[in-house]
């Protein structure tokens, strides 16, 4: 590993015995330390924008087999690590892997995304769900943050992460992905009961599942709420936000004598700032519909902030990229507490030397954000 990440400066940091990192930028932004610059990720990426990562998944056969094979699902995390001077690395794994332990029938159609043989509809359907055993149903996600976390050798933390409770819920009920949400939101109104009591499991699963990732290795966790924003201000609270509050309440905030940090990310979620950050969670992750600088006075130092270029904005020249780039270190500001990514994940046609700007220009440009 240590021929194929890109070294970064030995420097003091916050890890103890026995976890040292020789890159804990990321986490001590998360937890509004100082830090010599912005460090930056990118949401999905591991994926289809790599042309290493397309060879890899014709190899595994299709996608849930990259996932379930621990030393592909390691290789694809690693592979941008190698092209790009990242500050962290993500499991490389889907969101929907609790609703496919739980006996839907994940599957992929071709140009149409996941898809469940068996689409949740009753009362009954959801009260006979269990609860999936995170080292049993979902081992090969453990044993992927297992190698994983090996294979990094210290060099960045590894995040693991989830799906949120009501954006699992979509795909459970919808039978798949959704335009108007009719399905669930016909069940949120005419049969509530039921929905709460599949929004509980679920939030408990995952409760489980993040937990058990943090055992495993991971030394952040993420909830993306993918769909969050489709819901009014009142209902985003009482289905999506209050069980996204309990498996924050929920999981394991420090590990091996580590704080663990938990984002939070509700795509089209702004309106909702404060009262995400009121959940205990140590960041918010924002999408590219609010301002940043606009974010940053609403939260003060409650949290930190991770976000949020527009990521159609890589399909720019180098130029206009860097700009971008300047614009949002600009608005979030002088001192840590900023975590850059773009607001959503990287699109699969952007050319992968466009990220690799992306990534250089924050380093670069973010320095003097962080001086005295």
Not at 85 to 108: H, Q, V, W
Not at 129 to 141: K, R, S, T
Not at 278 to 293: F, K, Q, R, S, V
Request: aromatic content about 8%; charged content about 25%; glycine content about 8%.
């Amino acid at each position: 590993m240590n021929d194929v990440i890109a070294s970064h400066k030995d420097r003091d940091t916050l890890m103890e015995a026995p976890m040292q990192l020789k890159n804990d930028r990321y986490l001590r932004a998360l937890m509004r330390q100082p830090v010599d610059c912005t460090p930056v990720w990118m949401m999905r990426q591991a994926g289809r924008y790599l042309p290493e990562y397309k060879a890899t998944r014709a190899q595994a056969g299709d996608f849930m087999s990259l996932c379930k094979n621990a030393e592909l699902a390691c290789e694809v995390t690693l592979q941008p690590l190698r092209r790009f001077k990242l500050d962290a690395a993500i499991l490389f794994s889907d969101i929907l892997t609790i609703p496919d332990a739980m006996g839907l029938g994940l599957y992929f159609e071709a140009g149409e995304g996941p898809k469940f043989e068996s689409p949740l509809s009753s009362y009954a359907q959801i009260d006979a769900l269990a609860i999936p055993d995170p080292e049993d149903e979902l081992g090969y996600v453990m044993n992927a943050v297992r190698t994983i976390r090996k294979n990094l050798n210290g060099e960045v933390p590894l995040i693991g992460f989830s799906g949120s409770p009501w954006t699992l819920a979509t795909y459970m009920i919808e039978g798949g992905s959704s335009k108007a949400f009719t399905k669930i939101k016909k069940m949120a109104f005419a049969d509530p009961r039921s929905l709460h009591l599949l929004l509980d499991k679920l939030a408990d699963s995952v409760i489980l599942y993040l937990n058990a990732q943090i055992k495993a290795g991971a030394q952040s966790v993420m909830v993306f709420d993918t769909w969050g924003g489709v819901l009014s201000p009142r209902d985003y609270k009482l289905f999506s936000l209050q069980y996204m509050h309990k498996i924050v309440d929920g999981l394991i905030r420090e590990h091996d004598g580590q704080r663990v940090p938990v984002t939070l990310f509700t795509k089209n979620g702004g309106m909702w700032l404060e009262s995400i950050a009121e959940t205990g969670c140590d960041a918010i992750g924002l999408d590219w519909t609010i301002d940043i600088a606009d974010a940053r006075r609403r939260v003060g130092d409650k949290v930190a902030l991770q976000g949020n270029m527009d990521p159609s904005m890589l399909y720019a020249q180098p130029e206009r990229i860097e700009q971008e780039v300047e614009l949002i270190l600009d608005g979030y500001g002088k001192g840590s507490g900023h975590v850059f990514n773009l607001g959503h994940g990287i699109h699969l046609d952007v050319p992968p030397e466009n990220a690799g700007v992306f990534v250089d220009a924050v380093h670069k440009l973010s320095v003097k954000y962080h001086q005295d």
